[in-house]
């Protein structure tokens, strides 16, 4: 009989669910790309049906369903905090409270009445639900980190914005146990910090980060000195603590409060108003106090305790950029970062801390990951779409796959974009060659007609190769896989342009039209590039396409950016592509 274990994560953000057959990670998909609901939080009604559909079982199928977090112990943060901050955050005490009675009290009751409706929905009318387990949500984080990693032994390294009350932990990962080392609490969290310079430049919380990494490039660090002797002390060991009186994440609805917009001299950027120089400048320097801090924590790790690999998870593990200076630094031998870090990926964890904990199952570990290629989602085959295009009366040509290589490669090369839908949906926030959007990464003008004309976003925002992993050394200053594009290397310096005094001089946004490579498209302004490599066992279609495009132009890298237009998740099904498209 096969056991069956569902992780679930939600009512926060980027809610999600993941299933586990006998141990091995076999479905994971964020409602978003059900719902069409960017970060949507609520119950993963669809995310569940379709993990239970992928196997053919029904919620009586499975053996235990673990949600990634202990809400009372967040009950209980929230209560003391906002105990301590009285009467000041008085609105937002009221707002969260009703929110809380209502639903994340009760949350086990509110988890029933939603699963009953999911065996509703699947024809079944038994009125047992699985045995309902809780796990920590900064352990569901270490877990999602290391279960799945290449690695027997690990130090494990979490950091997001707040768990119940770990900001930041630290862990040991060995066989099938995970023991805590140390953990920073709340209110000191890199992640608020990160989270509230992206607030105060006018992005929104829980999804503008990436864009504030984005702009860090086109500034100038001038603002570290004030960051550190105001706003967060530093120690030796990377651990931190912050000057709270500059925040009110802890009490109010906003992050920064007035004694922040007095120290930087100006109230936060409304959304949508013009990046100035000041906001990159911010942007870059924020990014450099983020990491002085990770490679701190990471060096100390290493020294205490002579543990060879890291495993990294939580929302600031996706700062690609950090990341790619943890790797230049070989701090530690080798580093493996879940690809869906977030609070998505916490669903996983939690299935893991199931499985290897509760059930005190043994761990098979695989020489790559466990991961899939984290092509963990819905997949479609030609017969649903044909079917779907037909229904429209759709115009379309089919191919066969050696056909449509070279077709789309001769595509690519005329300055054409491609919207690719190819087997299971990515999980995570990456796009990885199952959704994508593509391009050819020599030619100039492919930023902008990507960022303004396809996708309708900020013309800064940098675009992703996907190169093929044999040539990865050929293209970056990189010798190691990144097959989910959570690494940023420097562009090999025999493609780099050096720029004329001129193109030096420019400033800010001026710098973005300067072709910097022979691959323009995806050389961000630092000379850098987020790579993604491609294997032939992980991704045959994408490797395959992405050959015929070496072999036309010589090239064996491709722009990869998400299929999705700004504002809206990355889509799903057929349906969502040809929209779309």
């Not at 801390?353 to 030609?382: A, C, I």
Request: proline content about 5%; aromatic content about 10%; glycine content about 8%.
């Amino acid at each position: 009989m096969d056991n069956y274990i569902l992780g679930l994560s939600c009512y926060y953000h980027d809610s999600a669910a993941a299933l586990l057959k006998n141990g091995e990670i076999v479905t994971a998909a964020q409602e978003e790309r059900f719902s069409r609901k960017k970060h949507d939080s609520g119950f993963p009604k669809n995310a569940v049906i379709c993990c239970l559909k992928s196997q053919g079982i029904s919620l009586s199928d499975v053996k235990k369903i673990v949600y990634y977090e202990k809400p009372f112990l967040t009950f209980e943060r929230l209560l003391e905090t906002y105990l301590g901050t009285a009467p000041r955050g008085g609105r937002s005490f009221v707002a969260a409270m009703q929110v809380w009675l209502k639903e994340k009290l009760f949350l086990k009751t509110e988890l029933k009445k939603n699963l009953k409706a999911v065996q509703e929905s699947l024809g079944s009318h038994s009125s047992e639900i699985p045995t309902l387990l809780f796990s920590e949500h900064h352990l569901s984080h270490a877990a999602a980190a290391f279960y799945p990693s290449p690695f027997e032994e690990s130090v494990v390294l979490c950091m997001d914005g707040v768990g119940e009350w770990a900001t930041t932990s630290a862990w040991i990962g060995k066989g099938k146990d995970i023991e805590p080392l140390w953990q920073i609490s709340f209110p000191h969290s890199l992640g608020l910090l990160y989270s509230a310079f992206t607030y105060y430049c006018g992005f929104k919380v829980n999804s503008g980060e990436y864009k504030l990494m984005g702009l860090a490039p086109y500034g100038e660090s001038r603002y570290v000195d004030k960051i550190k002797e105001n706003l967060i002390d530093i120690k030796e060991d990377g651990t931190f603590r912050l000057d709270i009186s500059y925040f009110v994440y802890h009490r109010g609805f906003r992050m920064t409060g007035r004694k922040f917009h007095k120290l930087f001299g100006r109230p936060p950027r409304q959304g949508e108003t013009e990046l100035t120089q000041f906001h990159m400048d911010l942007a870059a320097s924020i990014q450099v106090v983020t990491e002085e801090i990770v490679l701190k924590l990471a060096k100390s790790l290493r020294e205490e305790t002579g543990i060879e690999n890291l495993c990294l998870s939580g929302g600031v593990a996706l700062n690609c950029v950090a990341n790619g200076k943890l790797l230049q630094e070989k701090i530690f031998d080798e580093i493996w970062i879940q690809p869906a870090s977030g609070d998505a990926g916490s669903a996983l964890g939690a299935a893991l801390v199931g499985w290897h904990q509760h059930q005190e199952q043994e761990r098979v570990v695989n020489n790559s990951d466990s991961m899939k290629g984290t092509y963990l989602g819905p997949e479609f085959s030609n017969v649903d779409i044909i079917n779907y295009l037909e229904q429209i009366k759709a115009p379309f040509h089919t191919n066969s796959d050696p056909e449509l290589f070279e077709r789309l490669a001769e595509e690519l090369e005329k300055g054409h974009v491609i919207g690719w839908f190819n087997g299971p949906m990515e999980f995570g926030p990456r796009a990885l060659g199952g959704r994508s959007i593509i391009g050819d990464p020599r030619n100039q003008k492919m930023q902008s007609v990507m960022n303004l004309k396809i996708k309708y976003r900020e013309s800064f925002r940098p675009f992703a190769p996907s190169v093929l992993e044999e040539d990865v050394f050929n293209q970056f200053e990189m010798n190691v896989k990144s097959p989910y594009m959570l690494m940023v290397a420097p562009v090999k310096k025999e493609l780099c342009k050096k720029m004329t005094e001129e193109e030096d001089k420019l400033f800010g946004l001026e710098k973005l039209n300067i072709p910097r490579s022979s691959l323009p498209a995806i050389t961000h302004v630092d000379y850098t590039a987020r790579v993604q490599t491609v294997n032939i066992t992980s991704n045959p279609r994408y490797y395959n396409l992405i050959s015929a495009f070496k072999k036309k132009t010589g090239c064996p890298t491709i722009v990869n950016t998400s299929f999705n237009v700004r504002g809206e998740p990355i889509v799903c099904t057929p349906q969502d592509a040809y929209r779309c498209f």
